[in-house]
């Protein structure tokens, strides 16, 4: 055991990115933490110390990336607030999400997995929400879903990148005037990992996301369903490459998915800022009948 989390714990900074059995695995690091801990107590409990010492070491890692990050946002920033989420193709979800934007009077909001069938009334009150979002709109993605954006501020340019290959994915480069500020936003809904040509397409999305992040100057935000863990090496490689804001996977991202299993929940929905802009108050959104927790963002700028 100590050898495997040994692998999965410190030793997942040197796996490679690109091998469907290390991004499944390597996506579940807090759960692996947490049998560390316990089996660390455990072993201290049974006065087997020299052992128990082993397991509480491969925690440093770990412990030193928790405490990283950036200082307080200044006092008075101005921010908006930025919601993602994954809507699973279901009406409840759909109205749930509904209410949640109207409580928190969100100015972005980028759903995927939309129904493209709804009944009445979930028609009727996402048609109100949508009247609040002159500069939103929708595209079809895969077999029965859609994708919505819903934006408060205008929207200057529009760039669409889809995998070779696939269909039912495409990615969004969005160039939004927010009260003078040119920013960019990136709006994904990936592939996920779940064979070879799944998570080459993944990958070839987001090395796209890279080399754009990479060559981009000016505030940059990038949100929505990435399927990729924080804690993989995979979304190691995107921050390091494209330069989002990201001091530690345990600061920059909150466990979205499965819903259904809590006890397996892992960071694959993201909102991470670049270029001056910085994601604040990050939380999880509440639950909606989706297998995916919305996630809930502050942006400000650092002008």
Known sequence: MLLVLGVLLPGRMFLPTDVLLVDVLTSFTAQYALLALLVALWLLWCRRWLRSAAFLLLLVPEIFSLFQGRGPAP??????????????????????????????????????????????ETRGRVGALESRYPFGFEMPAADGRDLRFLSRY???????????????????????????????????????????????????????????????????LVLGDLNTSAFAPRFRELIEVSGLDCPSPWRCAVASWPSFVPILLTPIDHILAGGGAEVINLRRGRFTGSDHFPVVGEVIFRD
């Open 75 to 120: 006092v008075g920033e101005d921010s908006i607030t930025v919601v993602t989420a994954n809507l699973f193709e279901s009406a409840r979800a759909v109205r749930s999400a509904v209410a949640q934007a109207e409580a928190l009077d969100a100015d972005l909001l980028w759903w995927s997995e939309f129904p493209r069938d709804m009944d009445p």
């Open 154 to 220: 205008p929207l200057r340019t529009r760039e669409t990148f889809q995998p070779p290959h696939t269909t039912g994915r495409p990615a969004l480069k969005l160039t939004l005037e927010v009260e003078g500020r040119l920013l960019t936003v990136f709006a994904l809904h990936t592939h996920p990992p779940t064979s070879p040509w799944s998570l080459e397409a993944r990958n070839a999305t987001l090395d796209w996301l890279q080399q754009e992040l990479a060559r981009h100057q000016g505030y940059a």
